[in-house]
């Protein structure tokens, strides 16, 4: 069964330093998405994007945030300047046309220290 | 590998029935949480309910209770006297003590007047 796999599993990165993290999405998915749950804490949204462009932010992701789908493949989450904070799991997701399924990658953790 | 599996991508009730969505999950581990999300249109995560393995009694909040069946691995979540509000896509969990978390493909929930 297709996947959405996310690159890296695990970054481990200084605070300030810039991070990508990566989500290769199912071949058919249009609209596509990031989350993040905080250690021991609930799943949250960040943006949905569509049409190579975003559809939709929450709060969270603010100017230290921006994602883009450079070549149509690849689905990429930047944190420009970490912070502690953003120590979390980060999760991409995929949607097909018309589809009623959300298809979670695996996460990625990131660790800054 | 742990895997979560939601075998009703729809589903609909009549407003004020009851309705259960299915979720089975398969893991090796013993100790380990299990959860349902609820995603409405505004595309953010509401944590509805979430279980701990190591407890035999099923969690409830308020309308939403689930029946947690260790041995089957088995977690469906029961919606009681169901609402307009309660359409959503539902997302079952699998959580472990790493804060690793597994979703299933989710099931599409229709309440009609």
């Known amino acids: 069964e297709p996947e959405v796999t996310q690159t890296p599993s695990h970054q481990v990165t200084q605070m300030g330093q810039e991070v990508i993290l990566r989500c290769v999405p199912i071949s058919n998915h249009l609209y596509f998405y990031w989350y993040r749950q905080i250690l021991g804490q609930k799943v949250e949204f960040l943006v949905s994007?569509?049409?190579?462009?975003?559809?939709?932010k929450s709060e969270i992701f603010d100017d230290q945030f921006s994602v883009e789908r450079p070549d149509g493949s690849n689905f990429t989450l930047k944190i420009r300047s970490t912070k502690l904070e953003d120590s979390a799991m980060y999760f991409c997701?995929?949607?097909?046309?018309?589809?009623?399924?959300?298809?979670f990658g695996a996460g990625s953790r990131l660790t800054v220290l | 590998a742990q895997t979560v599996t939601q075998s009703q991508p729809e589903m609909s009730v009549q407003e004020a029935e009851t309705v259960t969505l299915s979720c089975t999950y398969d893991?090796?581990?013993?100790?380990?949480?299990l959860f349902w999300y609820k995603q409405p249109p505004s595309r953010q995560m509401i944590l509805v309910i979430r279980?701990?393995?190591?407890?035999?009694q099923n969690a409830t909040e308020n309308r939403f209770s689930v029946n947690f069946q260790k041995a089957a691995k088995s977690f469906s979540l029961k919606i009681s006297d169901s609402q307009l509000g309660d359409a959503a896509m539902y997302f079952c969990a699998y959580g472990d003590r790493d804060d690793k978390i597994i979703f299933g493909k989710g099931t599409r929930l229709h309440i009609l007047p």
């Open positions: 997701a995929g949607q097909g046309p018309g589809a009623n399924v959300l298809t």
């Open positions: 893991t090796s581990e013993s100790d380990y949480y």
């Open positions: 279980q701990e393995a190591y407890k035999q």
């Open positions: 994007f569509y049409n190579n462009e975003i559809s939709e």
